[in-house]
């Protein structure tokens, strides 16, 4: 059974960085597209960023782009999210999410617990 | 980008009953649609792919129809489990992939 598991997040202070982890385990972790998925306190889901398989393509929100750095290691089957320049508004918990294979399907098919990161001096 | 938008944003239904949740898209998105179920402390679950398919082990009588511009997610018998809060999302055009900004389903 996939499994997904975060880590990383914390207390950071504005301006400065964090860099958040996912542990996959239950499946072939290299020939999977992920991404990072967030949620603000009380609001809805926001897609931050994505990588195919093999790192070829990779996709940020306008809000986070020049800020975020997606990037994998697949031989220790781990996704990471390298944030940079945090803001108030990145506070969120931070889910690491799979996209289900084939063509057209772009949806998420297992996502990890979550992991918290809180933007404040 | 695709904006998704959910309505109603609360419906409160009775156990037992029907409660049927929209969703509308920007633009097509053909049948790029998935619905997912989000209860209070937990990530999301996949319950719906292609629109209308049901993700592994998901019960019956939860449907998805719809294409195009219009979609909708129907729980024919709510079951206690069900309360929850409920995202479309479309994978269709990205990125950015897009979510509409939820449906609390609540006891009425």
């Known amino acids: 059974q996939a499994q997904l598991v975060e880590s990383g997040g914390g207390v950071v202070q504005p301006g400065r960085s964090l860099r958040l982890s996912c542990a996959a385990s239950?499946?072939?972790?290299?020939?999977?597209?992920m991404h990072w998925v967030r949620q603000a306190p009380g609001k809805g889901l926001e897609w931050v960023a994505g990588t195919s398989y093999d790192e070829t393509f990779k996709y940020y929100a306008d809000s986070v782009r020049g800020r975020f750095s997606i990037s994998r290691d697949s031989p220790k089957n781990t996704l990471y999210l390298q944030m940079t320049s945090l803001r108030a508004e990145d506070t969120a918990v931070y889910y690491c999410?799979?996209?289900?294979?084939?063509?057209?399907?772009?949806?998420?098919?297992?996502w990890g617990q979550g992991t918290q990161v809180t933007v404040s001096s | 980008e695709i904006v998704m938008t959910q309505s109603p944003a609360t419906l409160s239904v009775s156990p037992g009953e029907r409660a049927t949740l929209s969703c509308r898209a920007s633009?097509?998105?053909?049948?790029?649609l998935a619905w997912y179920q989000q209860k209070p402390g937990q990530a999301p679950r996949l319950l719906i792919y292609?629109?209308?398919t049901r993700a592994t082990g998901i019960p019956a009588r939860f449907s998805g129809g719809g294409s195009g511009t219009e979609f909708t997610l129907t729980i024919s018998s709510l079951q206690s489990e069900d309360f929850a809060v409920y995202y479309c999302?479309?994978?269709?055009?990205?990125?950015?992939?897009?979510f509409g900004q939820g449906t609390k389903l609540e006891i009425k």
């Open positions: 633009q097509s998105v053909s049948s790029s």
């Open positions: 292609g629109a209308s």
């Open positions: 999410a799979r996209e289900a294979r084939g063509y057209d399907q772009y949806y998420f098919d297992h």
């Open positions: 999302q479309q994978y269709k055009n990205w990125p950015p992939k897009t």
């Open positions: 239950g499946f072939t972790f290299s020939t999977y597209a």
